[in-house]
C-alpha cells in the first residue's frame, strides 16, 4: 500500500506523513489519527496543536540533573525532602518515571541522554559525563547508583563511569539484576537465573 | 527424537504439504527439482531458525501462490522427544520496511525477510529455538567444510555447538556484538576521536566471551576426534588415521596479553586481530593436512566420518538422538561406502534421505524403509 497514491487533499496528506514520522506509527495509524482528527472539534485540535508546541517551547533542561522539566532547576532537583546523598544516574528522561512510581527512592537523579556505543558514533564526551562529575565535587553525594540498562552499551557505560567516580571515593552501587518479581523460576532463562544466583543474597 | 507430522504452506515449491513422517528410515526418490531438497530444508530450518542453503530468505517464499496468505512461508513441525513432546512453528514472512528504510530503498528492491517463532504456541526467538530440534544433515557440500575457507569450520563449529548448549549461542551473539562495537571503537581511537582508554571494557568482554567460546570448542573438537577417528579408520580401510585438530587464533590463557601486543596494529587497522572469529579447524591424515594435500575422494570421505562423528556427539550430549538428513550423499560414495553408512546410520531413531535413485540402496535397507515418491512438490507414499 502506497499512500502517496491515495487522491487526498494535500493538507490531509501533509498530516498524514507527519504522523509517520513518529515511532510506531505506521502508514495506517498515520491515516487513523488524521481522518480522526478531522473530525475533532475545533477547539480540541487547537489545544492538542498548543500541547505540541508548548512542549518545545517551554521544556528545557535541569541545569543540575539534565532532565527535562519546565522549571530550572526542576522539582525533583528543588524538592524538599529529597535525600541530597544519593544520585541514581539514568540512560533516558524516561527511565526516572518508573524509578519515582516506586517511591522508595528519595535521592536525586543524573540524565545522561545516552549511553556508550563506538557503532553509533557515541562516546563519553556526547553524554552529560561532565555534570555529573561537576555535581559530585560538593562532597555532598555519599553514594552513585548506576541504573544504565542491563545491556552491553548500558554495562560499557557504568564501568566507564565507575572508573572516573571511584577515585573521588563516593560509594558506588549497581542496580540488582536477577528474577523479576512474581516470577516462576521455571519460566526464567538461564541467562536471568545465573545473574541471580550470582547477587543472591544471604537471608 | 523424532518428528511425527510435518506441515508446509508456500514453502519453496509446496503450497500445501500435510505429511506423517515414520520414526525410523524414511527414503525420498525423485527426479531433480521436485523439492525432495526443499523438504530437508524445512526440517533444518525448524531446527536452526536457518536455511542451510541460502542468505535470500525471501526465496523461502512460495510467491505464486495465487492465494490467502501470499507472501508468507508456514512451517510447522510436532515432535517426539525424550522430557516430552514441541509444537514448533516459523512463519517466514516479506516484511513491512519502516519509513526510513522507504526513504534510503536501495532500487534492487532487496525485500526484508522477518521470521515469527512459536514453541508450543508461545513466541520465542531465534535463540530459544536452536535445539529444540537436533538435526545432522550430510550434504554434497559438506566436502568445502574440509577443502573450503576457515569461515565455513567457524560457522560450522558455532552451529553444532549452538544445537547442544544454548549458552554457547548467547555467548555468541554478546561476542559478535562486542566485535562490532570494538571495531569501530577501534577506528574512532586511530581517528583520534576516542580514548585508547575506552577499551578496557570492550577488551574485558571480548576476553570473557571469547574465552568461553574458545573452551567450548576445545571441547566439542576433542570428541569429534575420538568419535571419528575409528569412524574413518573403518571407512578407509584401515588404511588412514584421521586427526581433527582445533587450531584457536590465541589461547585462552593468552588473550588478554595478546590483545595488549597487538593493540597498536589493531588500531592501525581499525580490526580485532585475535580472538574466536579467527579460529580454524585442521584435517590431518597420516599428519597431512587435507585442506591443501587432500584428493578430492580424501576430503570426501572426511566430510563423512566429520558428519559420522558430530552424530555420535549429538547423540552423547543431548541424550536424545538427532534427526539425521542425508541429501543425496549416497550418489557420490562407492558401494563399501555406502554400505558402511548405511550400516552406521541404521540405529539412529529417525533418518530422512534423499535420492534419485532406489538402486543405490541394498533391498534388505529397503524393506526396512518407508518410501515416498517426491514430484512437483507432492509426496506420495510408494
Known amino acids: 500500500m502506497n499512500i502517496d497514491f491515495v487522491p487526498t487533499a494535500q493538507p490531509v496528506s501533509r498530516l498524514i506523513e507527519e504522523f509517520h514520522k513518529l515511532p510506531g506509527i505506521g502508514p495506517k495509524t498515520a491515516q487513523r489519527l488524521t481522518y480522526f482528527l478531522i473530525r475533532m472539534p475545533q477547539e480540541e485540535a487547537r489545544a492538542l496543536a498548543e500541547a505540541i508546541l508548548a512542549v518545545k517551547d517551554k521544556i528545557i533542561l535541569c541545569s543540575i540533573c539534565q532532565n527535562i522539566t519546565d522549571s530550572d532547576p526542576c522539582i525533583i532537583c528543588c524538592g524538599e525532602g529529597r535525600d541530597r546523598t544519593k544520585i541514581c544516574v539514568v540512560e533516558e528522561p524516561l527511565d526516572i518515571l518508573p524509578l519515582e512510581r516506586t517511591r522508595e527512592y528519595k535521592g536525586l537523579y543524573h540524565v545522561l541522554h545516552g549511553v556508550i556505543s563506538p557503532m553509533d558514533g557515541i562516546g563519553p564526551d556526547d553524554l552529560k559525563i561532565k555534570e555529573l562529575l561537576s555535581r559530585l565535587q560538593g562532597g555532598e553525594v555519599e553514594e552513585v547508583i548506576l541504573a544504565t540498562n542491563p545491556n552491553l552499551e548500558g554495562e560499557a557505560t557504568a564501568m566507564y563511569l565507575q572508573r572516573l567516580i571511584t577515585p573521588l571515593g563516593i560509594k558506588m552501587t549497581r542496580l540488582a539484576r536477577g528474577l523479576p518479581f512474581g516470577a516462576d523460576l521455571e519460566y526464567a532463562d538461564e541467562v536471568t537465573l545465573i545473574r541471580a544466583l550470582q547477587g543472591r543474597q544471604e537471608v | ?382
Open chain 2, 1 to 382: 527424537m523424532y518428528i511425527e507430522h510435518l506441515s508446509l504452506i508456500n514453502f519453496r515449491n509446496y503450497e500445501r504439504l500435510e505429511l506423517e513422517l515414520p520414526s525410523h528410515l524414511m527414503v525420498l526418490q525423485g527426479d531433480n527439482a521436485q523439492g525432495k531438497t526443499n523438504l530437508l530444508e524445512a526440517i533444518y530450518l525448524l531446527a536452526t531458525a536457518r536455511s542451510h542453503r541460502t542468505a535470500t530468505e525471501r526465496e523461502l517464499i512460495n510467491w505464486s501462490a495465487p492465494r490467502e496468505g501470499l507472501g508468507i512461508a508456514r512451517l510447522l513441525a510436532q515432535v517426539q522427544k525424550r522430557g516430552g513432546n514441541i509444537r514448533v512453528e516459523i512463519a517466514v514472512m516479506a516484511a513491512y520496511p519502516s519509513p526510513e528504510e522507504v526513504a534510503t530503498a536501495e532500487p534492487s528492491g532487496a525485500t526484508h525477510v522477518q521470521k515469527r517463532i512459536r514453541i508450543n504456541g508461545i513466541p520465542r526467538r531465534a535463540s530459544d529455538l536452536v535445539g529444540q530440534i537436533n538435526v545432522v544433515l550430510f550434504s554434497s557440500q559438506d566436502i568445502d567444510l574440509i577443502g573450503g575457507a576457515p569461515s565455513l569450520r567457524r560457522r560450522y563449529l558455532d552451529l553444532t555447538n549452538s544445537q547442544v548448549n544454548s549458552r554457547y549461542l548467547r555467548a555468541l551473539q554478546r561476542y559478535n556484538k562486542v566485535l562490532l562495537q570494538r571495531n569501530h571503537l577501534l577506528r574512532l581511537i586511530g581517528e583520534r576521536r576516542a580514548a585508547a582508554d575506552q577499551l578496557d571494557f570492550w577488551d574485558r568482554e571480548l576476553v570473557g566471551n571469547g574465552s568461553y567460546l574458545i573452551n567450548e570448542r576445545q571441547l566439542m573438537v576433542a570428541e569429534l576426534n575420538e568419535f571419528a577417528l575409528p569412524i574413518h579408520h573403518q571407512l578407509t580401510a584401515e588404511r588412514e588415521k584421521l586427526g581433527i585438530t582445533y587450531l584457536p587464533s590465541v589461547s585462552v590463557m593468552e588473550f588478554q596479553d595478546r590483545l595488549r601486543e597487538v593493540r597498536e596494529k589493531e588500531v592501525a587497522l581499525g580490526m580485532s586481530l585475535v580472538g574466536p572469529h579467527r579460529d580454524d579447524l585442521a584435517f590431518l591424515v597420516n599428519d597431512v593436512d587435507m585442506n591443501v594435500y587432500g584428493s578430492r575422494g580424501q576430503q570426501r570421505t572426511i566430510a563423512l566420518s566429520l558428519k559420522l562423528a558430530e552424530a555420535r556427539f549429538m547423540h552423547t550430549r543431548v541424550d536424545d538422538h538427532p534427526i539425521l538428513l542425508l541429501d543425496d550423499v549416497l550418489s557420490e560414495l562407492d558401494a563399501a561406502r555406502r554400505h558402511h553408512l548405511l550400516g552406521s546410520i541404521a540405529s539412529y531413531q529417525q533418518l530422512v534421505i534423499t535420492t534419485t535413485d532406489l538402486d543405490r540402496f541394498d533391498s534388505a535397507f529397503l524393506a526396512e524403509a518407508a518410501l515416498f515418491q517426491v514430484s512437483e512438490g507432492r509426496v506420495r507414499p510408494l
